[in-house]
Every structure is written in structure tokens, then in C-alpha cells.
């Protein structure tokens, strides 16, 4: 059966540029490249397709493929990170930020968003808000491993591409409760995308009519006080 756009799959990706590889399912290619994070989860990754879940070039890549099919696909700048904006590279003050700016120090500026700090120069500081990768032409080797026919598997893929972590979910009919780890609300990557796995859940998983988030806090035990003999 070919895969169309809506499809839920299981995929394998490796990205690189020339002969560097930026990022990876894969956990001994991410060694091997020296970008392994132990806070990462490797694996295949479950992505929706046709919804922007990766890279534009490979979502188109992966429609009419059929599941088992490999492949590599070359994606130009602009069905990837697009081109380099030379307007987004501006100049700030140095006063303008909490921290000592620094040559290639991530920053978040309220209106311009995220961008990396490419020059210090006497009191004024040279932040870039192009994406890193804007202007490159990248490659993806990939293997499309099964679809995933499931909506618990469907919204487990949809926390993880989002949030970065796994969740315990429970189906109950229609329902999907979704039990929360502790400090989660102290997590700003969930925070962020909170809302967006919520709606994604409603518009592309067929068979959930309605999600519940649980919260559950354990009162910590008191420790008995020694007495002295």
C-alpha cells in the first residue's frame, strides 16, 4: 500500500551536509558523528505525513513509497531551511542582554526570536536569526519502517516529536488520558508545544474525541525524628 499524505509512519532519517551529519534517529551514527546527546531518545520517530513533521524535500519524498522503502533524497534551501536573509542579521547594543554575549552564544530577543551571536564588536553585538542550516542544500539517507495504525501509538509518536520525551497514555474507548510526569509544567519545551499536540491530536488522529492531561503528586513521606537515648 503507498503511503499518502495523512498516513501515520514509523521513519528512519540521517541529515547531513557534505560529509557532516547534523542529526540522526539513529544512536551509533549520532556517536560516530560526535552529536549524541544522552538526553535524546533514538529510534525510528512516528511523524504524520504531508504535515511538516520533517524537512519539506523529505515529507515530499516519503509520499507513494511504500513501508520497508530506503532511500536518499537531496533537498534543496528552499524545501528546507530556505535561503540566508541578510536582513536577518542585525546589531544590538551589548547592554541590550542579561548575559555577556559571546561568540556563538544562543540568544532569544522578544521580537526577533532565536538567533546565534556571530561577533562581538567594542559595545555592539552581531546576532544571526537565520535558522543555522538556511542557505544549505542537505541529504537524507531514510528507511520508512511500517505504518502506525494505532491512535495511542499515533498520539505517543506526536509527545515525542513535540515535547522530546515519552508519556504513559491510556485509551479508554474515544479517550485518551495522557499522565503527566512530575514537573512537567517546569519543562518549557512542553509548555511550548502543549497546544499544538493537543490540536494535532484532534485534527489527524481518527478515533480520539477527546484528550485528558492528569496530573498526580505524591505527598513525600516525613522522616522520623531521631531520639536521642
Known amino acids: 500500500m503507498a503511503i499518502k499524505e ?20 539513529r544512536e551509533d551514527e549520532a556517536k ?45 534551501p528552499e524545501k528546507a531551511f530556505g535561503e540566508r536573509d541578510m536582513k536577518k542579521i542585525q546589531s544590538f547594543p551589548k547592554n541590550k542582554f542579561s548575559e555577556k554575549p559571546v561568540r556563538g552564544m544562543p540568544v532569544r530577543l522578544e521580537e526577533q526570536g532565536e538567533g546565534t551571536v556571530v561577533d562581538v564588536i567594542g559595545n555592539r553585538v552581531i546576532v544571526d536569526f537565520n535558522a543555522p542550516l538556511a542557505g544549505q542544500t542537505l541529504t537524507y539517507s531514510y528507511k520508512i519502517e511500517e505504518f502506525v495504525k494505532e491512535p495511542l501509538d499515533q498520539l505517543k509518536g506526536l509527545i515525542r516529536l513535540y515535547a522530546g520525551r515519552e508519556m504513559e497514555i491510556e485509551m479508554d474507548g474515544s479517550k485518551a488520558v495522557v499522565t503527566l510526569p512530575p514537573g512537567i509544567n517546569y519543562d518549557r519545551r512542553w509548555l511550548l508545544w502543549r497546544g499544538r499536540i493537543i490540536h494535532e491530536g484532534f485534527e489527524f488522529i481518527k478515533g480520539i474525541s477527546e484528550i485528558v492531561l492528569v496530573e498526580s503528586y505524591k505527598k513525600p513521606e516525613k522522616k522520623e525524628a531521631k531520639t536521642e537515648e
Open 6 to 25: 495523512g498516513d501515520f509512519i514509523r521513519l528512519s532519517y540521517t541529515g547531513s551536509v557534505g560529509d557532516r551529519v547534523f542529526d540522526t534517529t
Open 32 to 76: 560516530t558523528a560526535g552529536i549524541h546527546s544522552e538526553n535524546a531518545i533514538y529510534g525510528p520517530v512516528t511523524v504524520c505525513v504531508g504535515q511538516k513533521h520533517v524537512i519539506i524535500g523529505l515529507d515530499e519524498e516519503l509520499v507513494g513509497k511504500k513501508a520497508g522503502a530506503e532511500g536518499t533524497v537531496t533537498v534543496p
